[in-house]
């Protein structure tokens, strides 16, 4: 991954993130932190280490230091494993282009200490692991991409299923990012304006040119990944490749509709081309708004 666009990658995303939770993720609890809330006299049972010695010997009586306390953001990866992910007809695989976001938003997301967490789904073993701080977040980011995760409780087979999850699992507000190509019914509306209503959500969508229009070349065999259904067809009839384009327009427009409903921040990616580069560029703008 170039540094100059993960650096691009790192300052958008923390932006982005900053914007969305306010307070550069404080929060008004007094306790540790590095951020001085107020001195005040010295009672039974403080922490003698917090002592403020300069007051202190102002005052003749022990002050101790009060600090705000600082928690850490808690980004959440929504990741399809469906078997449609694995179509890809350009430069790569949906699944590659997933798992290459993942680990872009992943390796900015550890950053200063902020927590990584992981919901798989669309597959028979889906996986949850629980957020991890820091470089720990990462590895256990890359584990789960590279098959050999820890599960932590029971997963979700579908997107509605994995939006459930991420709310039962999400207790503090924080950052949902939802990976996946966003095929089949749209049935996943209100757990999504449920998660919405306590987090930020950006959707993260994955196509492949094919899935938009085909090419005249003639009969071929069409094979739906998620039911194993296969369906021939004359790709040189132009009435049908229109009829087909048509359609997967409309199926589109439907998805981003009930994306932007809910409020939720919506970018879509390509198997062709370079996507990195792209989701920077959305993320600039969103921050521009």
Known sequence: MPGEILRALDLTVRRKVESLVPGDHRTSVLGPGTELAQVRPYVPGDDVRLIDWNVTARTGEPHVRVQVAERALTTWLLLDASPSMSFGTADRRKADVAEGVALAIGHVATRRGNRLGLVTYGVREPRSLR????????????????????????????????????????????????????????????????????????????????EQALPAVGDLWLVDPETGRQLRVDTNSRKLRERFAARAAREREALAAALHSAGVDHVVLSTAGDWLRDLVTFLRRERRR
């Open 131 to 210: 957020p991890l701080q820091g470089r720990r977040g990462l590895l256990g980011l890359l584990s789960t991409l590279r098959g050999e995760p820890e599960p932590d409780g029971a997963g979700a087979t579908s997107l509605g299923e994995a939006l459930m999850r991420a709310g039962s699992l999400a207790v503090q507000r924080g950052l949902v990012v939802v990976i996946s190509d966003f095929r089949g019914p749209i049935d996943w509306e209100l757990p999504l304006l449920r998660l919405r209503s306590r987090h930020a959500v950006i959707a993260v969508e994955v196509r492949d040119p094919r």
